[in-house]
T-cell receptor
Framework: GAGVSQSPSNKVTEKGKDVELRCDPISGHTALYWYRQRLGQGLEFLIYFQGNSAPDKSGLPSDRFSAERTGESVSTLTIQRTQQEDSAVYLC?????????????FGDGTRLSIL | QKEVEQNSGPLSVPEGAIASLNCTYS??????FFWYRQYSGKSPELIMSIYSNGDKEDGRFTAQLNKASQYVSLLIRDSQPSDSATYLCAGHPMDTGRRALTFGSGTRLQVQP
């Protein structure tokens, strides 16, 4: 596709439910990143993929969070037993490859609201 | 100390003026920096990248990097109300081994018509 595509754009769910967020990167981009942005805050790094491996999972806030990626394509971020503090916009970005000079291009995000 | 720091603002400038947005970083080994613009409720949009000391100009935007002072800035000439947004500075830190960008919390710019 032309840009990074994320779905759903909005998700409202009850506390304790599991949610799955999807990201489809720009075609040909091998690096994929997940960030979280709480209301009025900056971007918080969660995890990144190079291909389908995740060399850096240091940002995942707890073991309720996991992510996987199939090949150099779609990634899913799963949050189990959601809590109210998980409410945020979850942003996915991709870059043509991992490297210091590679800019990241963002999708429109998934706005997650935990009731 | 945060790895990338920005004044949260709001920075208010009149239409037609130069807006100056500043960012400092703590990792002296950082090599690349990016400025993103984020409109309310929207995702960040890349507007400038800079990798070496000095100035880089693109239309009304000029990015400046001073590695000795660990300082990055973004100048917006002839500011327009449509430039009103939050501007995020991002760097690629080397010492943490992290491969993703580290973002500042952003500076909110308001251009008054």
């Amino acid at each position: 596709g032309a840009g990074v595509s994320q779905s759903p754009s909005n998700k409202v769910t009850e506390k304790g439910k599991d949610v799955e967020l999807r990201c489809d990167p720009i075609s040909g981009h091998t690096a994929l990143y997940w960030y979280r942005q709480r209301l009025g805050q900056g971007l918080e790094f969660l995890i990144y993929f190079q291909g389908n491996s995740a060399p850096d999972k240091s940002g995942l806030p707890s073991d309720r969070f996991s992510a996987e990626r199939t090949g150099e394509s779609v990634s899913t971020l799963t949050i189990q037993r959601t809590q109210q503090e998980d409410s945020a916009v979850y942003l996915c970005a991709s870059s043509i490859r991992q490297g210091v000079a590679q800019p990241q291009h963002f999708g429109d995000g998934t706005r997650l609201s935990i009731l | 100390q945060k790895e990338v720091e920005q004044n949260s603002g709001p920075l208010s400038v009149p239409e037609g003026a130069i807006a100056s947005l500043n960012c400092t970083y703590s990792d002296r080994g950082s090599q690349s920096f990016f400025w993103y613009r984020q409109y309310s409720g929207k995702s960040p949009e890349l507007i400038m990248s800079i990798y070496s000391n000095g100035d880089k100009e693109d239309g009304r935007f000029t990015a400046q990097l001073n590695k000795a002072s660990q300082y990055v800035s973004l100048l917006i000439r002839d500011s327009q109300p449509s430039d009103s947004a939050t501007y995020l500075c991002a760097g690629h830190p080397m010492d943490t081994g992290r491969r993703a960008l580290t973002f500042g919390s952003g500076t909110r710019l308001q251009v008054q018509p």
